[in-house]
DNA sequence: AAAGCGTGGAG
DNA sequence: TCTCCAAGCTT
């Protein structure tokens, strides 16, 4: 076990040296790592590129975003989605600035301690940003060691105990190369052992793949996602969606007619407002 | 601890 | 067209 690893750290991690894209935050500073991890969550690179660049050209630290308003935020977040993570972000810049000297904290804790940041998102910064040791377990993470060690197409729905675990023993395993194991093996589960359609010729730990080897066994089902026309979360998006083009505010009355359930439209209002994603001013609601 | 939370591109 | 899913977090 303890050899294979070794061996599979080692193909991963040169695989990696050759096959590693030039992404924008990878030479940028703690703050920057920390600004694409929050907006990498849930959503693809592809989509964070220009909102990244944009957002540390206009706060290059903390401070500058903490020193605005977080309507500013909501706004520059575009249609990312997930909006709350711009209030989150704006929330922990303004944590950062507070607490941390306006300086992004090393210490693991510090960073789970922060609005936003889970057990992904600090094991990364403290792996990707400061090179620390800390076990990255992301969904390519995850359905990378579940074809590689269980031999199943999918991990279970949520993180377990059990690949927590799995996970830490990886990066003991990488010793003083954990941070970039964590970088390789992550890009391996983006860029190969992708979820629809993996690329196992180009894999370079396919000879030691339980999932592999088994022929590629169908995993389980997964349960249908959630509908979505007619949900809260599809209007809440419509309702938001007009106010982030009405930088004057826009009238309540006109708001609401964006839905044509104005019962629900009033639910989902009162939900934005309640979450701070939009002020009541009179009338009008703003950012 | 299960459910809620956006958006757009790929297949 | 429609389903899946993309560097999760919070309550």
């Known amino acids: 076990m303890h050899a294979d690893r070794q061996a599979a750290i080692a193909s991963v991690t040169g695989w990696f040296a050759v096959n590693t894209r030039d992404l924008p935050w990878r030479h ?11 907006m990498l969550q849930q959503t693809p690179v592809s989509r964070v590129l220009d909102v990244w660049a944009y957002w540390l050209g206009r706060w290059p630290n903390p401070a500058a975003l903490a020193a605005e308003p977080s309507s500013a935020a909501v706004a520059a977040w575009g249609r990312l989605g997930y909006p709350r993570r711009a209030l989150r972000l704006h929330a922990a810049a303004t944590a950062i600035v507070g607490e941390h000297g306006g300086e992004v904290p090393r210490d693991h804790d510090a960073l789970l301690g922060l609005p936003g940041v889970g057990a992904y998102t600090a094991a990364a910064v403290a792996s990707f940003a400061f090179g620390d040791a800390y076990p990255v377990l992301d969904t390519n993470v995850r359905r990378v060691l579940a074809r590689l060690e269980s031999g199943t197409q ?25 941070a970039l194991w964590a970088a390789a093996v992550m890009e391996l589960g983006a860029l190969v052992c992708t ?10 730990v396919a000879e030691s793949c339980a999932w592999h080897a088994a022929g590629h066994p169908p995993g389980r089902t997964r349960p249908r996602a959630q509908a979505w026309a007619g949900t809260n979360r599809q209007c809440r998006g419509v309702l938001l969606d007009v106010v982030r083009r009405s930088p004057d505010g826009v009238d309540v009355t006109h708001l609401l007619a964006a839905w044509d359930d104005r019962d629900q439209a009033v639910t989902a209002l009162d939900g934005l407002v309640a979450d701070g994603l939009v002020a009541l001013d009179g009338h009008l609601v703003r950012l």
Not at 195 to 204: E, L, N, T, W, Y
């Open 154 to 178: 999918f991990p279970p729905p949520h993180p377990s105990a059990a690949e927590r675990v799995r996970a830490t023993e990886w990066t003991t395993q990488a010793g003083p190369r954990a």
């Open 28 to 38: 940028s500073t703690p703050w920057g790592v920390l600004v694409s991890e929050f």
């Open 195 to 204: 979820s629809r359609r993996p690329d196992c010729g180009a894999c370079p």
